[in-house]
T-cell receptor, first 112, second 114 residues
Framework: GDSVTQMEGPVTLSEEAFLTINCTYT??????LFWYVQYPGEGLQLLLK?????DKGSNKGFEATYRKETTSFHLEKGSVQVSDSAVYFC???????????FGQGTTLQVKP | DGGITQSPKYLFRKEGQNVTLSCEQN?????MYWYRQDPGQGLRLIYY???????QKGDIAEGYSVSREKKESFPLTVTSAQKNPTAFYLC?????????????FGSGTRLTVV
């Protein structure tokens, strides 16, 4: 079945460091791909999305490119801030089930 | 503004009691979902509904019940049969069969059994 695999956390970075959180997927058909962010004690917020191969989603300095050849959707940011500390979830929209399938989440801690 | 509202934010329950978590959306979304999140864990699907008066079990439905009498509302009841109900509960909605846009989430309800 369809699935999403994220790199395990926590990821700890200093402020202004470069961020990469890896996400790979297994799916049939042509899924849409998403990154969500969850701040402490809150719900998930959509960070960015991509709906077809080679699309690049971007928002708030974060970017991710839909790579069909490597079945990946890695999240990147050039310079992280303390306020980026949160849990990040990769997800795919399954054409089999019509539902989103979430990865396990990756905790990012940014230190001043 | 359109959105999805969960209430209450914090809820305490005595063992053996049923408790109902509220979820309301004004986005005109067809589909609604309930997830459970434990500390340091991902999301686990409890129940979902893609249309009024119909709902399906998710991966961990035992000890939970739902209803979908109105498009806007999808309450979750945590029954006394749920052995370990302390968790963070998230409600979400989406335009049915329109997964391109993903889900909109509420801000969650933290349930604690005392």
């Amino acid at each position: 079945g369809d699935s999403v695999t994220q790199m395990e956390g926590p990821v700890t970075l200093s402020e202004e460091a470069f961020l990469t959180i890896n996400c790979t997927y297994t799916a049939t058909g042509y899924p849409s791909l998403f990154w969500y962010v969850q701040y402490p004690g809150e719900g998930l917020q959509l960070l960015l999305k991509a709906t077809k191969a080679d699309d690049k989603g971007s928002n708030k300095g974060f970017e991710a490119t839909y790579r069909k050849e490597t079945t990946s959707f890695h999240l990147e940011k050039g310079s992280v801030q303390v306020s980026d500390s949160a849990v990040y979830f990769c997800a795919l929209g399954s054409s089999n089930t019509g539902k989103l399938i979430f990865g396990q989440g990756t905790t990012l801690q940014v230190k001043p | 503004d359109g959105g999805i509202t969960q209430s209450p934010k914090y809820l305490f329950r005595k063992e053996g009691q049923n408790v109902t978590l509220s979820c309301e959306q004004n986005l005109n979304h067809d589909a609604m979902y309930w997830y459970r999140q434990d500390p340091g864990q991902g999301l686990r699907l409890i129940y979902y509904s893609q249309i009024v008066n119909d709902f399906q079990k998710g991966d961990i439905a035992e000890g939970y019940s739902v209803s979908r009498e109105k498009k806007e509302s999808f309450p979750l009841t945590v029954t006394s049969a749920q052995k370990n109900p302390t968790a963070f509960y998230l409600c979400a909605s989406s335009a049915n069969r329109d997964r391109v846009y993903g889900y909109t989430f509420g801000s969650g309800t933290r349930l604690t059994v005392v």
